[in-house]
């Protein structure tokens, strides 16, 4: 997988117009992006499909798929019907729950990402004691694809060391969660940027400077 400027955007608001405003901003730059439960909730799932028809992004679906393996694949598969690349989902529920979502994903030429610890300070409490297990598991099963915090780069880097060179790493909390995207880029592929760009005056301006701070 290769991210143009290794910058994906995510697309964190709630209203179809002013998602499309800020891609019209910023596809000269950007042709990956990721999308969650506010804007699929707030104008239905079929948003996804709006999207890949108007602008040549891949979309990433940040649904964090925490389920039975049963319920998981039923999740993996309908987003990914609507027209969505990829999605991302959790490893603390366990092997047979990630199996389902990644035999779901590869029935459809699509891919998932494992969710090994997240951003916030919360995560601290019970995901960090078994991020490195759960990315184990995901080189064990057979996993390229990982999601991992900007906001923790000791820890980030520890998840680089046991997934290895060649896995394609994401990275959240760039911008307001006080992750720097330069740093973050040493030990993941790929900076995952939202609210500095969608809140911003100006969503090109402000990525083109987030371009310039790392090349």
Not at 42 to 48: L, R, V, Y
Not at 188 to 196: D, F, H, K, L
Not at 207 to 212: S, T
Request: proline letters at 3%.
């Amino acid at each position: 997988m290769k991210v143009k400027n290794q910058i994906i955007l995510a697309l964190d608001v709630e209203e179809k117009n002013k998602a499309f405003s800020i891609l019209e901003e910023t596809t000269k730059y950007l042709d990956t992006i990721k999308i969650g439960y506010p804007l699929t909730l707030a104008e239905g799932p079929k948003i996804i499909t709006a999207i890949k028809e108007n602008f040549d992004v891949n979309i990433i679906a940040d649904f964090k798929v925490a389920d039975i393996d049963a319920t998981n694949e039923k999740i993996v598969r309908n987003t990914l019907n609507y027209g969505a690349d990829s999605i991302i989902v959790h490893g603390f529920t366990g092997e047979d729950s990630v199996i389902a979502c990644k035999n779901a994903a590869e029935k459809l030429d699509k891919e998932i990402f494992l969710l090994t610890e997240m951003s916030h300070p919360g995560a601290d409490k019970f995901l960090k004691p078994v991020s490195l297990d759960i990315a184990q598991m995901g080189v064990d099963l057979g996993i390229t694809n990982y999601v991992a915090p900007a906001t923790k780069l000791d820890r980030l880097k520890k998840i680089r060391e046991v997934v290895g060179k060649n896995a394609f790493i994401i990275s959240p909390g760039v911008g307001f969660q006080g992750g720097n995207a330069k740093e973050t880029l040493k030990y993941a592929n790929a900076a995952i940027i939202g609210r500095s760009i969608y809140n911003s005056d100006s969503p090109q301006n402000t990525l083109e400077d987030i371009i310039n701070s790392i090349s």
